[in-house]
């Protein structure tokens, strides 16, 4: 084995296992959230007094619709509970009372997670280019046009109480809040699936009959007109809590899953034409809207927990009685005590224990690493699919070496190979332009969410590999940047051999025709089509083949594994 790193590897910075405010991006406010209807964008806010009008009509409405025979004739027709709806006679058994406060726990810190994601790119498209300006969704201003104006420049902060952890360009921290609980909310999930369908309670939320859409209408107008129908929770839901519920279960928990899963570039690349059609921009704004329904469902449902009676109610789920004494309360304020605790300890916690964070969820997601690691990205794109805008993104080189690479077109500069190989070796510019050329029209996948499809060319690390010939003990490939990181100290990645074999792993020279441009990474950046962006190297300096990467930095395979507390794989 090599005894001496690259020198490059004594410009590496250790990093703290917790979050350093003092050295973390400064906060940035967003804007209130806007949505664009046409050429034009509207306050989000607007929504508040519009759903207050609608509803207030909504009760006129109805209240005068009861008034009509034809109406009360339906009413009695349909009384909101279809007649042939099959009772379950069990109540609400301990198991299901669980699995619902777990489920109640999971999804408060799946979704502030999952605001927190959405902070680190404040913008939601339907297109895969992500151009500005083409977002029909932003709680951030218009990108400005006078400067270089980058991805991370693009984050806003989010309070504490809100997001996890609540800083600003924190979105390593709070994926593994995201993966993490929603591993545990899927566990819950596929145990509430199984014991629902085991036992006769699916019965209460799937519908058995086309009259369960007619009574659903009659419930709403019941409720609308602020008459209550009448209660059969504890053996039956009405029409239109069984259509909620099912919804809710069977449908927005599902393409909540799916859409999460096609923003990975793993998954994305793998499905071909499936994940062009569901692209990932497209599965944001799915993912987004899901996210609206499960809050807006939340809303409606605690409401009328609370006002249709709220004693009986709590009692039937928090206690599984049906009476109306006081142990729902007994069991619901605790229950309720117990996450608002959890809730404000969080975002302290996780910057205090930041690594812990990172470890515990790479730990939680190493089942899905394992099963998409040996995954193909073989989906390319056509010449027409190219985005017109590719954001910029990563801090930039500050050296008197590069400018004066870039002053005279990089011809001085050398790319070194070395580390754990029979034939070390230095390459110039021209020397790995003379070697065969590989072109790829591939997608971009930003840890921050946003993406971009461009055409690269230049040098398939396969090639690479028969020119240097790594020894037995080589396990990694080790990617030096002439750029440091934002926190000061080499920006460097780490790569296993085996994703750095795969066919459309090559060091780009051009971008969409031409030389990549100094914004994007020249003279030379990593291309590697099933990770995020950030493991793509730009500015690549030197290459390092090793046998571990735990010497290296603070040990976790990459700059922004060590300071930002990334994942070290990271095919979602």
Request: charged share 15%; hydrophobic share 45%.
């Amino acid at each position: 084995m090599s005894l001496t790193h690259d020198p490059l590897e004594k410009r590496l910075s250790r990093a703290d296992d917790r979050v350093r405010l003092s050295h973390w991006l400064p906060p940035q406010a967003g804007v209130i959230p806007k949505i664009r209807v046409g050429e034009r964008w509207i306050n989000a806010l607007w929504a508040l007094p519009l759903i207050f009008v609608l509803v207030i009509t909504g009760v006129a409405l109805c209240q005068a619709l009861r008034q009509l025979p034809q109406v009360q004739d339906f009413l009695v027709r349909y009384p909101g509970i279809p007649r042939s709806a099959v009772a379950v006679t069990a109540g609400f058994p301990g198991w299901l009372r669980l699995l619902h406060f777990l489920n109640l726990f999971f999804m408060v810190f799946i979704i502030r997670a999952g605001v927190q994601i959405l902070a680190d790119h404040p913008r939601l498209y339907w297109k895969r280019d992500c151009t500005p300006g083409t977002e029909w969704f932003r709680f951030q201003k218009a990108v400005p046009t006078d400067r270089i104006w980058t991805a991370k420049d693009d984050s806003v902060t989010l309070p504490g109480w809100l997001g996890i952890p609540g800083i600003r360009h924190s979105i390593g921290l709070a994926r593994w809040w995201h993966f993490s609980t929603t591993l545990l909310w899927m566990v819950n999930g596929v145990v509430y699936y199984v014991l629902l369908f085991s036992t006769g309670q699916w019965l209460r939320i799937v519908p058995t009959t086309w009259d369960v859409f007619p009574n659903a209408v009659s419930t709403a107008i019941q409720y609308l007109s602020l008459t209550f129908p009448a209660d059969e929770s504890w053996t039956r839901y009405n029409g239109l809590q069984q259509l909620t519920y099912f919804g809710t279960v069977f449908i927005a928990a599902p393409v909540s899953i799916v859409t999460g899963l096609m923003q990975s570039p793993a998954i994305s690349n793998r499905l071909g034409w499936f994940g062009r059609v569901l692209n990932r921009q497209r599965a944001r704004s799915i993912h987004f809207i899901a996210l609206w329904w499960f809050l807006l469902f939340i809303l409606a449902h605690v409401t009328l927990v609370f006002i249709t009676d709220a004693r009986v109610n709590l009692n039937m789920m928090w206690a599984g009685v049906q009476d109306s004494s006081w142990s729902g309360f007994a069991v619901f304020l605790p229950a309720m005590l117990l996450l608002a605790t959890a809730w404000w300890w969080a975002s302290p916690w996780t910057l205090r224990h930041a690594r812990l964070v990172q470890h515990v969820g790479a730990f939680l997601s190493r089942p899905f690493g394992a099963a998409t690691q040996s995954w193909d990205a073989k989906s390319q794109l056509g010449e027409n699919a190219i985005s017109p805008y590719f954001w910029p993104n990563g801090t930039m080189p500050k050296s008197a070496e590069f400018d004066a690479m870039v002053a005279n077109g990089f011809v001085n500069y050398r790319l070194r190979i070395g580390g754990l190989v029979e034939n070390p070796i230095e390459l110039s510019l021209a020397d790995l332009e003379a070697m065969p050329k590989q072109e790829q029209i591939t997608t971009h996948f930003c840890i921050q969410g946003w993406s971009g499809v461009a055409k690269w060319g230049g040098v398939p690390m396969r090639d690479l590999f028969d020119l240097v010939k790594p020894t037995a003990d080589a396990r990694y490939v080790v990617f030096y940047s002439l750029a440091d990181g934002a926190d000061g100290g080499r920006y460097y990645d780490a790569h296993s051999l085996a994703n750095m074999r795969h066919e459309l792993t090559i060091l780009a020279y051009e971008m969409n025709g031409g030389p990549v441009s100094v914004l994007h990474g020249a003279p030379l950046r990593l291309r590697c089509e099933n990770e995020l962006g950030f493991k793509m190297v730009k500015w690549i300096a030197a290459i390092e083949f090793v046998h571990s990467y735990t010497d290296l930095g603070a040990g976790e395979g990459g700059y922004n594994e060590d300071h930002e507390f990334y994942g070290y794989r990271v095919p979602i």
